[in-house]
């Protein structure tokens, strides 16, 4: 079992930073792939950015690249997604996901564990 447990969302300001955060505990962390998505209201939820399970693969949806980046560190345990430049239309939740070692192309019903979520709100 791996539990998933977001956090850094928030309020902040069009042209503002969030770093969001997705804390693992549970065996073979070290195994998963992690995919982080967000959820408009009454929408499906979209993938937006992804890491290999050891860290040399990254993807990105076309609508973050340049201003979310992502990163892990598997001796915390912790996959960061850093975003900046935060536009109104970033306002979702946000969720982070794992998948076995490799997040490109894989669909969301192939995802072992979820997070809770956590709100990230832009706006003036």
């Known amino acids: 079992q791996l539990q998933l447990v977001e956090s850094g969302g928030g309020l902040v300001q069009p042209g503002g930073s969030l770093r969001l955060s997705c804390a693992a505990s549970?065996?073979?962390?070290?195994?998963?792939?992690i995919t982080w998505f967000r959820q408009y209201p009454g929408k499906e939820r979209e993938a937006v950015s992804c890491?290999?399970?050891?860290?040399?693969?990254?993807d990105y949806a076309d609508s973050v690249k340049g201003r979310f980046a992502i990163s892990r560190d598997n001796a915390k345990n912790t996959v960061y997604l850093q975003i900046d430049s935060l536009k109104p239309e970033d306002t979702a939740v946000y969720y982070c996901?794992?998948?076995?070692?490799?997040?490109?192309?894989?669909?969301?019903?192939?995802?072992?564990?979820w997070g809770q979520g956590t709100q990230v709100t832009v706006s003036s």
């Open positions: 996901a794992a998948v076995t070692l490799i997040c490109s192309g894989r669909s969301e019903a192939e995802y072992d564990y």
């Open positions: 549970g065996a073979r962390w070290e195994y998963y792939a």
């Open positions: 890491i290999s399970s050891n860290g040399r693969d990254t």
